[in-house]
């Protein structure tokens, strides 16, 4: 029994080693798509205040066109939105610190925030090593999860990227040419992911019907968020995020604007009211197509500028 705890031992302090070895000897990949974060986040500390700040997820990233707010409204503009994988605490918490009074801030959480979890093992180990590990001490436990279950999953494309280097003469995911890819390169000066504009899309609907109930934990953390916002003089307008018609059918309940409503910060706009065709739509609900990108901030510039 001995001999074969000490083997069972060995086995896994090898498993561990080589995944360790294969994170963190080979050189991150510069142009993954969450490495954008640090350009992102860089873009908060750089950008000089009155500004605007779209914080969101993907919804936001591909659906802005940031110069249009910056001409019509005179006021600087962010778009911080990456990827709802990534869930919304990382982010804010990282922002907080970069937010300056006077700021305004429009924050469009995806749907799926209010029912669960939304950090993946698919993308937080991918963004620890794209931040070199930035805020790690101030992981939730779910976000440590994610990153912890991910890591065979990281390795694996660590060791792809390896391979594929005598071919690539490069680790870093090429730049696309002919098609679509998720990438850092992606992104203009502002922060929206501009690249999928040139390409045709491929959005299919899902039959998917939301029906769990919204999470307690989740309004109370961003009540408190919210809340500190507000005190550091920060100006907030909660949006819905941008989505096409069939994928807001099954993925938003009426739930949520009644627990907003309730920790005192209601959507801006009826949720109705951002909806677009699915014709409109990109590869997703969440991700617009030119068109969709141009109705959309039409609609938020319309909704600001009410709003002031």
């Not at 690539?168 to 690249?195: I, M």
Request: with cysteine.
């Amino acid at each position: 029994m001995k001999r074969f705890l000490c083997r069972l031992s060995f086995l896994l302090l090898l498993f561990v080693g080589v995944h360790l070895l294969l994170v963190l000897a080979i050189p991150a990949d510069r142009n993954q798509y969450l490495n954008a974060f640090n350009r992102k986040l860089q873009l908060l500390a750089d950008t000089p205040s009155p500004r605007i700040v779209f914080i969101g997820g993907s919804n936001t990233a591909f659906g802005i066109d940031s110069r249009m707010v910056e001409d019509s409204l005179g006021l600087h503009v962010v778009n911080y939105g990456l990827h709802g994988g990534i869930g919304l605490h990382f982010p804010l918490t990282e922002a907080l610190p970069c937010l300056r009074a006077g700021d305004i801030v429009v924050l469009q959480a995806e749907y799926a925030n209010f029912f669960e979890e939304t950090c993946n093992a698919e993308t937080m180990p991918k963004l620890m090593v794209a931040t070199r590990w930035r805020g790690a001490t101030r992981l939730t436990a779910a976000e440590w999860k994610a990153v912890i279950t991910g890591m065979p999953m990281l390795a694996l494309s660590h060791l792809k990227r390896l391979l594929l280097y005598p071919f690539r003469k490069s680790l870093d995911t090429p730049v696309p040419k002919d098609h679509f890819d998720y990438t850092a390169c992606g992104f203009n000066a502002y922060g929206d992911e501009v690249s999928h504009l040139r390409f045709p899309g491929s959005y299919a609907p899902s039959s998917y019907k939301e029906t769990r109930p919204v999470r307690e934990e989740f309004i109370g953390w961003l009540r408190s968020v919210l809340h500190d916002m507000e005190q550091r003089g920060i100006k907030l307008v909660m949006l819905p995020p941008a989505c096409v018609d069939s994928y807001f059918k099954g993925h938003y309940r009426n739930a949520i604007a009644h627990a907003l409503q309730a920790i005192g910060y209601p959507y801006a706009a009826p949720p109705q009211s951002m909806t677009l065709p699915d014709s409109l739509a990109f590869d997703s609900g969440y991700h617009l197509n030119s068109q969709g990108v141009e109705k959309n901030t039409k609609k938020m510039i319309e909704i600001l500028t009410s709003d002031w």
